[in-house]
C-alpha cells in the first residue's frame, strides 16, 4: 500500500531491529515476529496492489501461504513452550488464573477472576487445544493449494475448517488486549489472518456484505420522505 511498499518494509524491518538494540531490556517476542513479517512483506509482491505502480497481472500466492505458515508457528511453538501442568488437565487447567493474578500482566486488579474461576480453566484449556491444533489448520489450507491431489482433495472438504478457529482466535485477542499487557502482539498476530482467506473469498465476502446494507444506502435506491425507497422500473 502506498508508495514503494517493499521498499518501506525493508527499511522498516532494518530500522526495528536497530531500535530493539538499543535497549534489551524493553524488547518484547513480538519485535522478531514484526521484523519477520516485514521481510515477507519485502519478498513479495506488494506493489501489485493499492499503489500507484502496481499493473495489471497475476500475483503469487506463495507470501500468503508463507504468512499463514508463519501464524501457525507461532501459535505451535507457543503451545510447545506452554510445558508447565497448568496448561493441562493435571494442572487442572489453572493457568490463565494464575496469569491474571500476576500484575506484570494484568490491565487492572483480576482479583474478581477467583469467582469465576471455572471460566478460566475452560478459557485456558480452549487456548492450549486451540494453539497446538493450529498448525493443522494450516496444513489442510496450504494442501488447498498445492501438493498431491489425494491431499488437494482432503484440503477441499464441503466444510469450512477456518471459521471455529478463526472466531476462537479473534475472541481470544480481543480478550488479552482488553485484560492484559503484552503490547502489540495480538494486533500483529490479529494483521495475519487474512493470509487465511483468498483474495475472491474476500471480494465474495464483501458483495455478501453489502448486500446485507439496508435497501435506503444501496447505490440507485435512494429513500424517499414520503415512504420507503421504491425500486425503480
Known sequence: MGL???LAALVGGQ????LSRLNPDTKGSYDALLVAILFLLAVARTDRALS??????RVLRYPRLLMAVQLAAVYGSTALHKVS????PA?????????????SWHRFDMRWAAHVYPLTQVATAVVWWFELSFPLLVAVLVARNMGP????????????LRTPWVVTGVAMHL???AAMEVGPFSLIILSLYPSLYTPREVRTALARLARCRPRRWRRGRPATANGPPRDRP
Not at 52 to 57: E, H, I, K, S, Y
Open 4 to 6: 514503494r511498499p517493499r
Open 85 to 88: 501442568a497448568a496448561w493441562t
Open 149 to 160: 491431489a489425494p491431499v488437494v482433495r482432503l484440503g477441499r472438504m464441503r466444510m469450512d
Open 175 to 177: 480478550c488479552i488486549l
Open 52 to 57: 500507484p505502480f502496481a499493473r495489471r497481472g
Open 15 to 18: 530500522t526495528w531491529i536497530a
Open 91 to 103: 494442572g487442572g487447567y489453572s493457568a490463565l488464573y494464575y496469569i491474571l493474578q500476576q500484575p
